[in-house]
Nanobody, 122 residues
Framework: QVQLVESGGGLVQPGGSLRLSCAAS????????MGWYRQAPGKQREFVAV???????RYADSVKGRFTISRDNAENTVYLQMISLKPEDTALYYC????????????????WGQGTQVTVSS
C-alpha cells in the first residue's frame, strides 16, 4: 500500500560525497516527517537526520556540518547529501517516514525503506 524506495548508495573514497534519495509512494494523505537512520555491521540502528513537514531539521552530532537533509514535498521525496565521508559512515542507510495513509486512521504511521548501502573505503 505504501512504499519507501531508497537509492544513491555506493562505494566512495574517504572525503568523497554521495546523495541518497528516498521516494514515498502509495495511498499517502500527508507526510509528517521524513528522515534517515543507519546501521553498521554489529551495531544498532542509529538516527542520522530528520526533516519535518515544515522544513525543520535535526542531525546526529556525528554528521552535523557534513550531511544535509532536504525534501521535495511535491514529489514525496527526501534527500541526504553527504560530504566529507569517513570510513565510520559505512552502513546500511534506511529511510523513515511518518505518514498519514488513506484508510488507516488519523495518526501518522511509521514506515521504513529497505535500505541502501554506503561504503566509505580507499
Amino acid at each position: 500500500q505504501v512504499q519507501l524506495v531508497e537509492s544513491g548508495g555506493g562505494l566512495v573514497q574517504p572525503g568523497g560525497s554521495l546523495r541518497l534519495s528516498c521516494a514515498a509512494s502509495g495511498s499517502i494523505i500527508s507526510i509528517k516527517s521524513m528522515g534517515w537512520y543507519r546501521q553498521a555491521p554489529g551495531k544498532q540502528r542509529e538516527f542520522v537526520a530528520v526533516i519535518t513537514s515544515g522544513g525543520r531539521t535535526r542531525y546526529a552530532d556525528s554528521v552535523k556540518g557534513r550531511f544535509t537533509i532536504s525534501r521535495d514535498n511535491a514529489e514525496n521525496t527526501v534527500y541526504l547529501q553527504m560530504i566529507s565521508l569517513k570510513p565510520e559512515d559505512t552502513a546500511l542507510y534506511y529511510c523513515n517516514a511518518g505518514l498519514l495513509v488513506k484508510g488507516l486512521g488519523y495518526t501518522p504511521l511509521d514506515y521504513w525503506g529497505q535500505g541502501t548501502q554506503v561504503t566509505v573505503s580507499s
